[in-house]
């Protein structure tokens, strides 16, 4: 004779085994994109933020064009957040200034390689840079997907960033890491096209259809969802009376 309640209670246990055992994974959002994932230090509001110097901006491919779009678009978090906030050219000549290329180029090597900046170097940054605080920022991909004339499929531009706040004790106090992936409208190759486009002397057929979303838009969309991740800066204390 067959025991169903012994059986349920077996397959439950079983179950629970299963994902006790199974490793954690970010979750996911609409379209397999990944959601931001953000760690922020337990006693964060303790070391009384007020000022951050936004680093310069990383990339593998020293991409121009996203550092200073990213650093532009960062800062404008960090001063919404409450923040006395310097951007990413501003220390970067400031640092430049005081100890020369050599240190820029070390604080670019650490940040490529461990997104944040060594606890030892940190102090030194913040005292003469006059803050609480870097932010140390890392491109990790910008990319940018055409379609051709002749084939079907969608236009798609891609960035992931990440971001590090180390204090001037060294002490890391918030970190992120976020992508989007922007579409822009389906390309219909059957669609005739409008005119012809000389290029290489190659006339390639120019069919009025969309293109990918800028990066602009894209890092955009990245920023906004990072914004209310921020800890607020720690209000300055009242005066006693």
């Known amino acids: 004779m067959t025991h169903w309640p012994r059986l ?5 246990a079983a179950l629970s085994v299963f994902f006790l055992a199974a490793p954690m994974r970010p979750a996911l959002a609409a379209k397999g994109r990944q959601v931001d994932i953000v760690v922020t230090a337990p006693d964060f509001a303790s070391y009384r933020v007020r000022s951050i110097a936004m680093l310069p901006v990383a990339t593998f491919d020293r991409n121009s064009q996203a550092e200073r779009l ?3 678009r960062l800062v404008v978090n960090l001063r919404q957040a409450g923040y006395r906030a310097y951007s990413g050219p501003t220390t970067q000549g400031m640092l430049l200034s005081a100890f020369g290329d050599s240190t820029l180029k070390a ?3 650490e940040i490529l ?9 940190a102090p030194r940054l913040c005292a003469r840079l006059l803050t609480d605080a870097v932010l140390c920022v ?22 992931q960033l990440k971001a590090a706040l180390v204090d001037s004790t060294g002490a890391l106090l918030w970190s992120i890491s976020g992508s989007e992936t922007g579409e822009g409208p389906y390309h219909d190759p059957s669609t005739n096209p409008i005119g012809v486009s000389s290029s290489n002397l ?20 990245v920023l906004l ?17």
């Open 8 to 12: 349920v209670s077996l397959a439950f």
């Open 202 to 221: 190659e006339n390639t057929p120019v069919t009025g259809q969309g293109g990918p979303p800028s990066f602009d838009e894209v890092v955009n969309r």
């Open 113 to 121: 390689a461990h997104l944040r900046v060594d606890s030892l170097r």
């Open 138 to 159: 890392r491109v990790d991909q910008w990319e940018q997907m055409q379609v051709l004339w002749n084939q079907p499929g969608r236009p798609m531009t891609s960035v």
């Open 107 to 109: 604080v670019r090597d």
């Open 70 to 72: 990213v650093a532009d």
């Open 225 to 241: 969802r990072w914004g209310p991740l921020l800890p607020p800066a720690v209000p300055a204390a009242e005066p006693a009376k």
